[in-house]
């Protein structure tokens, strides 16, 4: 099973950029496919974006597609999200996890290594 830690998160204006980071470890991190999934309050977990195992293939929710960008270095068992233009709906706890664990087909916050997440506020 693979450990996956999210970080980077924080409070940030509308129309301002992060970049979050998610440290992977105890399993072959250069051969799953990854995804960021969010979780707002009182709401379930939403599929945010995906990446292949070796990083050429990307997809985006249509909430953040153009926005976002997803990205991954092997070597260092790392698994990047850059937003920009960042909105106030996009106020969630942020996580990393497997693409079984959550895709555009669903997400399962019981299924697959989630961590704790990072918070990201986007207020004014």
């Known amino acids: 099973d693979v450990q996956l830690q999210a970080s980077g998160g924080g409070l940030v204006q509308p129309g301002g950029s992060l970049r979050l980071s998610c440290a992977a470890s105890g399993a072959h991190f250069g051969s799953i496919d990854m995804s960021w999934a969010r979780q707002a309050l009182g709401k379930g977990p939403e599929w945010v974006s995906t990446?292949?195992?070796?990083?050429?293939?990307?997809y985006y929710a249509d909430s953040v597609k153009g926005r976002f960008t997803i990205s991954r270095d092997n070597a260092r068992d790392t698994l990047y999200l850059q937003m920009d233009s960042l909105r106030v709906d996009d106020t969630a706890v942020y996580f990393c996890?497997?693409?079984?664990?959550?895709?555009?087909?669903?997400?399962?916050?019981?299924?697959?290594?989630w961590g704790q997440g990072t918070q990201v506020t986007v207020s004014s």
């Open positions: 990446i292949n195992s070796g990083g050429g293939l990307t």
């Open positions: 996890t497997t693409a079984l664990s959550c895709s555009q087909f669903g997400c399962d916050s019981d299924t697959g290594s």
